[in-house]
């Protein structure tokens, strides 16, 4: 099992906005075991879509689908311009 970690630190003022548009996406796309978190501590602004796949595999299929689907493409409109940067960590869980 995996957890998927898509950080992004958000744009002054937009780490709520952005929180909310991931939080619909991911329940549009019905994206298992998922959470959206705000920092408390760290870099001001971070938002985190956190996620579960059961391996590299199911996580590309994911990947593929968000490329393809409709839905969650509409709810993800302009949310690049909402955040300044962002990484990706895949973590296996021990």
Do not use: S
């Not at 002054?12 to 929180?19: D, E, F, I, Q, V």
């Amino acid at each position: 099992m995996l957890v998927v970690r898509n950080c992004f630190t958000a744009k002054p003022g937009n780490a709520t906005k952005l929180a909310a548009q991931l939080k619909e996406a991911a329940a549009v796309a019905k994206i298992p075991n998922h959470r959206v978190l705000t920092d408390l501590t760290g870099d001001f602004n971070r938002v985190i879509l956190e996620f579960e796949v059961e391996n590299v595999a199911g996580f590309e299929a994911q990947l593929k689908d968000y490329g393809t689907n409709p839905v969650f493409r509409e709810k993800m409109k302009g949310y690049t311009d909402l955040w300044v940067t962002g990484t990706r960590e895949i973590l296996q869980i021990a």
